[in-house]
T-cell receptor, first 114, second 117 residues
Framework: AQSVAQPEDQVNVAEGNPLTVKCTYS??????LFWYVQYPNRGLQFLLK??????LVKGSYGFEAEFNKSQTSFHLKKPSALVSDSALYFC????????????FGKGTRLSVIA | DSGVTQTPKHLITATGQRVTLRCSPR?????VYWYQQSLDQGLQFLIQ???????AKGNILERFSAQQFPDLHSELNLSSLELGDSALYFC????????????????FGPGTRLTVL
């Protein structure tokens, strides 16, 4: 079975500081990993995904994520946080074979303080 | 704007009633997914359709059903509604590019907020 853990319900960071939103996963075989962001009263927006290749994946709005197979992690990072980055962030995983559904974490609320 | 549309935006109804939620995927996308988002359960996958056929099933109750029509739009039918069915219901679509569905990015609609009173 596939699962995703986002160990922090809430992350607070000052504007201009680097941010990290943590994600660990469990999946049989190799994973495909995704990050989505949800702004208030909006649907989820795709940020980035890891399929294969370089462990550092760059995505939208200056976000990046690093795939670490040994630690089964896929943490989302940004070098300098903006107030407008405040939102709910979801990590998701699926197995790299077959038509398996995306499994989402519970989400982490990021609050960037000016 | 993801290109996925959902109607209605809000729906308020009573217990025991039946409602239909509608989703139009992005142009060219063949797959439609339905999700339920509630505070206590997070984002739960309900069901997937691909080109009119059911492709995968998740935690979908027997009171719920869905279909995808020849024009690729999809409807999610919720019946015998209970208070606990109050949630945000999202539709997502993907192209199933290259015959490898696992790598597909899903694009989400704005959601339908269902309130059951």
């Amino acid at each position: 079975a596939q699962s995703v853990a986002q160990p922090e319900d809430q992350v607070n960071v000052a504007e201009g500081n680097p941010l990290t939103v943590k994600c660990t996963y469990s999946v049989s075989g190799n994973p495909y990993l995704f990050w989505y962001v949800q702004y208030p009263n909006r649907g989820l927006q795709f940020l980035l995904k890891y399929i294969t290749g370089d462990n550092l994946v760059k995505g939208s709005y200056g976000f990046e994520a690093e795939f670490n197979k040994s630690q089964t992690s896929f943490h989302l990072k940004k070098p300098s946080a903006l107030v407008s980055d405040s939102a709910l962030y979801f990590c998701a995983v699926r197995r790299n074979s077959g038509n398996t559904p995306l499994v989402f974490g519970k989400g982490t609320r990021l609050s960037v303080i000016a | 704007d993801s290109g996925v549309t959902q109607t209605p935006k809000h729906l308020i109804t009573a217990t025991g009633q039946r409602v239909t939620l509608r989703c139009s995927p992005r142009s060219g996308d063949l797959s439609v997914y339905w999700y339920q988002q509630s505070l206590d359960q997070g984002l739960q996958f309900l069901i997937q359709y691909y080109n009119g056929e059911e492709r995968a099933k998740g935690n979908i109750l027997e009171r719920f059903s869905a279909q995808q029509f020849p024009d690729l739009h999809s409807e999610l039918n919720l019946s015998s509604l209970e208070l606990g069915d109050s949630a945000l219901y999202f539709c997502a679509s993907s192209p199933l590019a290259g015959g490898q569905p696992s790598t597909d990015t899903q694009y989400f609609g704005p959601g339908t907020r269902l309130t059951v009173l």
